[in-house]
């Protein structure tokens, strides 16, 4: 088989593109888990919410910029909510990991037939018009480009915010030794709270993205979450480099897949990837450090 | 006071001390009507408590590896798949059905050991991934083969049963007695198995690795039977389940498959085998109820998953359990 | 050593028939115990009985079945672990429970979140000048500091807020023997910036021998009490606790 030169540049960048934009689901998954230790199996619903929800408001007439704040507010709310209606039910119990990672599904099963139930099939969220260039002879749309450098931003913002807040420093605490961070002044109730919204929040915002390059069905979340879960075993769990760098892998190997063999082979393509690492290297690719 | 101990209060003590002095008694009762009910009960519920069996015998595949030996496993959608569909790969070779079902048993066995040779080497979450995309591996290639599996069309299941026995007695109330005393079968032989040194070395691994090792559990060993173990009941149960429901396609076999599976082992209790019959009806029963109220039937499904996993974790053999012995 | 320091005889922490456990399993019983403003208090008994439950129901890292807890007076009993360290109350865990996957100033930076970095500076200069190693090694991930250094560091960790009240448990725990003296005279150094402190040791002579008072807790229960170089001197404790130390 042979790539064309044009060919490549738009499997590359599509694949940088959805790679950046499935980091933010799999940061935010990978954030819950590292602090909480939940499974989140609804991480995904958080996408496919605050798509929805955005556009409903656009729907109703709502400007495109307002509809945006009030679904990333929405999305941090539904996180805290997760946390406190679900999830701290089951703090302290035996198989917490199991008990969570199954209510979790619970949670995706509601919310995958709330949308359902609210908006039907398929939806898309109507980006601005921010022009188009050429590149390599195809006419590029703008907005795909910008949709991965929001994406990379934000990224670029969580890792400073863990590096030099002292939220963030304490959450990578309370993830770190929670008896530690307890004992030093950290409320890690509320820590765990926070965690869930900005990790609802990060992966949030890769719904808003992901629903104007795309569309939206009910569904998404769950691919969108069965993509991350892959992307943070691929990547190792608790590494925020390994994340990053798993993502961009998986959104090649996607976009390579899609283009070239066909869109049906997609999740094969992925999970054989994630089979293959797993096989090779169980800990992921940068298992062990951070 | 929470909704558990509420529930509790609701079933007087003195109701558990009648069925204990009554015991002989109500187990011949429960007995009459799991032998009377195919002539009690319409056909639709008949072919709905022949499918609790199978459920109950899928749930000791959560049962045995995550209740006892702590490993999240989530393929079992997919070993009740690979059961099933190598059954009827199996009869379309010419193989009589009886043996497709005892070779089907023993081919998702070695399927699952091969799997779990490199997986068992993880544990956890990671333990949970690599099982849960062999299950999506697993449906997207029944998708993606068509010409060998039917792909998204499915394919059609012979029967087990010659027509001489089914002219005389009624296929759905074959098959019922069939699993009924196949699933008491499977209840015996894990009520046995987990009550052995098996059990314990299992739950021994469990709760502490490092004094399993300490003891000469070759942990490793037992972590890859279990996973073998839980490959066998599927397929057996998948190889029951093509000819008793005539037909099969990939979406039957997916990740919501695999759940049900669990929550079966889940609402039963994970560390009671017993509890197995009442995890089958609850996944069996709950969505038939519900079907009245079809658009948001799904929405209470998630709503009672998420109350049965906060208010009974023990699931309902182990409620039981736990009144019996006071 | 001397003996008449700076101790008054205003209690900084008291606890009131205490009784904890884990479980069904109680470890202390009716345990009353007090340490003075200013004092040294070592707190040495045999394994298993009880001591670092004691500090964990101190700290409020569990909650007692019964008694109270009193900070200065003021009633804590109740109030969780996170908003002692406000009180001035600060533990340095058996365990340590460092950030293992955080740098060594990273550590030191999250001592003061509960303060928000007020005077943040001139307290990481004070830890630094107290543990110059730390200084060296502040880049590194505190999961590879060897025992003596993870120590300093823990210790440091809890320099970071305006503390008034330090309990260390069993500090030497894990470090080379000859570096058990220069830890000792830090925590002295501690004690002298006017920081009350309870030290629970298995190396009974030495602590004894740095402490104002020493207290002997067996089986859950406070069985001695009284001024550390008088415990020195008994021959009863001296036979069955200092004996082999
Ligand atoms: N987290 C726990 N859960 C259950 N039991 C515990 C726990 N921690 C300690 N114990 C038990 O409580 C008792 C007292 O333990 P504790 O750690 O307080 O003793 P200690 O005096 O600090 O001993 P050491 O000198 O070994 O540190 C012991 O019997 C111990 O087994
Ligand atoms: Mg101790």
Redesign the interface.
Known sequence: MVVSIEQLVFIVGNGLIFGSILALVAVGLSLI?GVLDV?NFAQGEFASVTGFVIVGLVGLGIGLVPSIIAGIVFAFVAGVAVERL?IS??YG???F???T???T??????S???LR?MFGGFRQIPGPDIGSIVVAGTSVNLLRPAAGAIAVGMLIGLYIFT?YT?MG??M??V???R??????????ERIYMLTFGIGAVLTGISGVLYGMLFTLSPTSGVALT?FA??IV?VGG??SFFGTILASLLIGLVDSFTATMVGS??R??AI??V??IV??LR???LRGGS? | MSRFEMLERMVDNRLFDTIKAHQTTIGAVVVAIAVLIPFLVPSALLFDLTLVFIYGMLAFSAILPIGYAGQLILAQGAFFGVGAYSFVKLTEAGLPPVVAILVATVFTGVVAYLLGKPATRASGIYLGIITLAFNELFVNFLELFPDFTGGSTGLSAPSLFPSVMTGMIPGDVLYYYLLLLVYIGTVVFFYRLLHSEFGWALLTIKEDPVLAESIGIDAQRYRLLSFTSAGLICGLAGGLFAPFNGYLSPPMFDLHRTIDIILAGVAGGLTTPIGSIFGGLIVVLVPEVLRFIAEIRLIIYGVLLILLLMYLPEGIGGWLREKWEQ | MDSEKHTSERNALEANEISAGYGEAQVLRDLSFELQEGEILSIVGPNGAGKTTLMRVLMGLIGPTNGSVRLYGDQITDLPAHERLGHGLALVSEERNLFREMSVKENLVMGSYSERGKNRGERLERVFDLFPRLEERQDQHAGTLSGGEAQMLAIGRSLMTDIRILMLDEPSLGLAPKLVPELFDKIREINDDGISIVLVEQRAQEALQLADSGCLLENGAIVHRGAAAEMLDDEDVIEKYLGGA
């Open positions: 888990f499974p679900v039910k089951f119990r035996d198989e990991l199991l008990l990672f199954f209510a599904f619970g949670i995706t099963i509601i995958e037939n709330v139930q590096r002292y420093l304490a990578r605490a993830a770190d030794d008896r530690g961070a307890e004992m030093i002044g950290v409320n890690y069965a879960f892959t075993v769990v608790g049906r082979w999740f094969f999970f054989a994630l089979f797993l096989v169980p800990e992921g951070t």
